[in-house]
């Protein structure tokens, strides 16, 4: 019985922390919403020829410094990073901690439901 009890009491303590944690299963990101604050990026990260930042179009899974038409920093370029949820958030909140030395001239996203809708909507941006 006692075991059975522990059991419980573990069980429920994941189930609350998955509901309290900001990328818990309870939270659904939101492509649509990412988009609309991706908008904010898109003034430097451009499909245009001279625009400040690489395209992130496709960025989703890619390689860091990987475009052959952006001339990355040496930072970006040393960085060897691929694009995935955990380094996409970390660089998403804050450039220069996940890459030290990068040129982008961004403090970073600090709302979890703002990084975790920007980078679903990432993730379709093809």
Same mark, same amino acid.
């Given at each position: 019985?006692?075991?059975?009890? /522990?059991?419980?009491?573990?069980?429920? $303590?994941?189930?609350?922390?998955?509901?309290?944690?900001? =990328? +818990?299963?309870?939270?659904?990101?939101?492509?649509?919403?990412?988009?609309? %604050?991706?908008?904010?990026?898109?003034?430097?990260?451009?499909?245009?020829? &001279?625009? @400040?930042?690489?395209? $992130? #179009?496709? %960025?989703?899974?890619?390689? =860091?410094? =990987?475009?052959?038409?952006? #001339?990355?920093?040496?930072? /970006?370029?040393?960085?060897? $990073?691929?694009?995935?949820?955990?380094?996409? #958030?970390?660089? @998403?909140?804050?450039?220069?901690?996940? %890459?030290?030395?990068?040129?982008?001239?961004?403090? +970073?996203?600090?709302?979890?439901?703002?990084?975790? &809708? %920007? @980078?679903?909507? $990432?993730?379709?941006? #093809?």
């Amino acid at each position: 019985m006692r075991k059975a009890i /522990m059991a419980f009491g573990v069980a429920w $303590l994941a189930a609350i922390a998955a509901l309290a944690s900001p =990328s +818990g299963a309870a939270q659904t990101a939101d492509a649509a919403h990412g988009q609309q %604050v991706f908008a904010t990026c898109a003034a430097c990260h451009s499909e245009k020829p &001279d625009a @400040i930042g690489p395209s $992130l #179009r496709g %960025v989703y899974g890619r390689k =860091s410094g =990987s475009l052959e038409d952006f #001339r990355y920093s040496n930072a /970006m370029m040393r960085a060897n $990073l691929t694009w995935n949820e955990d380094n996409l #958030r970390a660089y @998403i909140k804050d450039p220069q901690a996940k %890459v030290p030395g990068n040129r982008m001239p961004f403090g +970073g996203l600090q709302g979890e439901k703002d990084v975790d &809708d %920007v @980078i679903a909507y $990432l993730k379709t941006y #093809r």
